[in-house]
Each structure stands twice: as structure tokens, then as C-alpha cells.
């Protein structure tokens, strides 16, 4: 009974890290995305109430949208890029450095170093490959 007890007291961190917490994320950006668009309808119905708005349509192109530049994307990129590559590479170093000490630790730190530097990798890609675009259509858009 008290191995079963220890058995599910290991599990839960691990499943609350690969369950809950990506699901409290959907859920909070979800939750976020659903005030702005309350807030907007709300705007909208005070506007259409005060008979300030002739035309619903022009009016809802005008409400202010909070959408990213270019330029805001691509250093978000790089940024998340550099941080997760700067995060994978120490810990597969130190899962060399601890092979021979514990297995267990030496093998965890070097599933999550090389997951997070692959994804630190492809995002540093991504941005690479986007600047490129970027410069290109600037560019042609000179001549």
C-alpha cells in the first residue's frame, strides 16, 4: 500500500506539468481573447444605443485591434528561440556531467535538453528564414 501511495505521489508532478498546466494556458488565452471581444461588443453597444454609429460595418473596422508588426513577431521569435536553446544546451551538458551518478536524472535532463533545444533550434530557424523574406520583399519593394 505504501509503495502504491509513493507511486502516485511521483506521478502527480509529472502529470500536473503534462496536463494542467498546458490546459490553465488554453484556458487563460482563451479567457483573455474572450474579454477583449466582450469589451469590444460592449463598446459597439453603447455606440449603437447613443445613435453615434450610421454604419455598423465601418465602425467595427475601426475598433482597435492589437495585432503585431512584423518586426514584433520575428523578435519574439528570436527571443523564445534563444531562450529555450540557452535552457536545452546546459541541461544536456549536465546530464553528461551526471551520466555516471544517478540514471535517472542524467536521462531526464537530457530528454528535456534535447527537447527544449530542438524547439529553441526551430524557432531560431523560423526566424532566420522569415528575416530573409522580410529583406527580400523589402527589397524588391525598392526597386
Given at each position: 500500500m505504501e509503495y502504491l501511495l509513493?507511486?502516485?505521489?511521483?506521478?502527480?508532478?509529472?502529470?500536473?506539468?503534462?496536463?494542467?498546466?498546458?490546459?490553465l494556458i488554453v484556458w487563460l488565452v482563451t479567457r483573455?481573447?474572450?474579454?477583449?471581444?466582450?469589451?469590444?461588443?460592449?463598446?459597439?453597444?453603447?455606440a449603437v444605443?447613443?445613435?453615434?454609429?450610421?454604419?455598423?460595418d465601418k465602425f467595427l473596422v475601426g475598433l482597435p485591434k492589437q495585432s503585431k508588426s512584423m518586426k514584433q513577431i520575428m523578435l519574439n521569435?528570436?527571443?523564445?528561440?534563444?531562450?529555450?536553446?540557452?535552457?536545452g544546451i546546459p541541461l544536456m551538458i549536465l546530464g553528461i556531467?551526471?551520466?555516471?551518478?544517478?540514471?535517472?536524472?542524467?536521462s531526464f535532463c537530457w530528454i528535456v535538453g534535447s527537447i527544449s533545444a530542438a524547439i529553441?533550434?526551430?524557432?531560431l530557424v523560423v526566424y532566420r528564414v522569415t528575416r530573409k523574406m522580410v529583406e527580400k520583399e523589402e527589397n524588391s519593394s525598392e526597386n
Open positions: 509513493q507511486e502516485i505521489a511521483d506521478a502527480i508532478v509529472p502529470v500536473s506539468i503534462v496536463v494542467v498546466l498546458p490546459v483573455c481573447k474572450t474579454n477583449r471581444d466582450n469589451k469590444n461588443a460592449e463598446i459597439l453597444m453603447k444605443e447613443n445613435n453615434s454609429v450610421q454604419d455598423v521569435r528570436l527571443l523564445v528561440g534563444c531562450i529555450f536553446a540557452f535552457a556531467v551526471n551520466n555516471g551518478l544517478n540514471d535517472d536524472f542524467s529553441g533550434l526551430a524557432y
